[in-house]
């Protein structure tokens, strides 16, 4: 059973940035599309960011285009999200999450392995 871990989560002022880490228990996920969630109280979980398995490709939510970068490096099974010009709306558990489906995809349900989420605050 694959695991994937989050970590890097933190309080940010507004227009900071931080850097969240997803690591893989396993090299399997080198060939899964991998993605970002993020759930914010009382709404629903929604698509951040997505890689392809090579980072070839990568597929980003309207709100967060032109600050937050996504990014892998398969030979230590981890996916990166870099968070630049935060603001208080960024602020939700973010969650890891991975899929066995060739393609890339925003729909949550469609991933198969989920990591436990990290708590990113942002301060106005």
């Known amino acids: 059973q694959v695991q994937v871990v989050e970590s890097g989560g933190g309080l940010v002022q507004a227009g900071g940035s931080l850097g969240l880490s997803c690591t893989a228990s396993?090299?399997?996920?080198?060939?899964?599309?991998m993605a970002w969630f993020r759930q914010a109280p009382g709404k629903d979980r929604e698509f951040v960011a997505a890689?392809?398995?090579?980072?070839?490709?990568?597929y980003y939510a309207d709100s967060v285009k032109g600050r937050f970068t996504i990014s892998r490096v398969n030979s230590k099974n981890t996916v990166y999200l870099r968070m630049n010009s935060l603001k208080p709306e960024d602020t939700a558990v973010y969650y890891c999450?991975?899929?066995?489906?060739?393609?890339?995809?925003?729909?949550?349900?469609?991933?198969?392995?989920w990591g436990q989420g990290t708590q990113v605050t942002v301060s106005s």
């Open positions: 396993d090299s399997t996920t080198v060939s899964f599309v």
């Open positions: 999450a991975a899929t066995r489906a060739g393609r890339a995809t925003r729909q949550s349900n469609e991933y198969d392995y």
């Open positions: 890689t392809s398995w090579n980072g070839g490709s990568t």
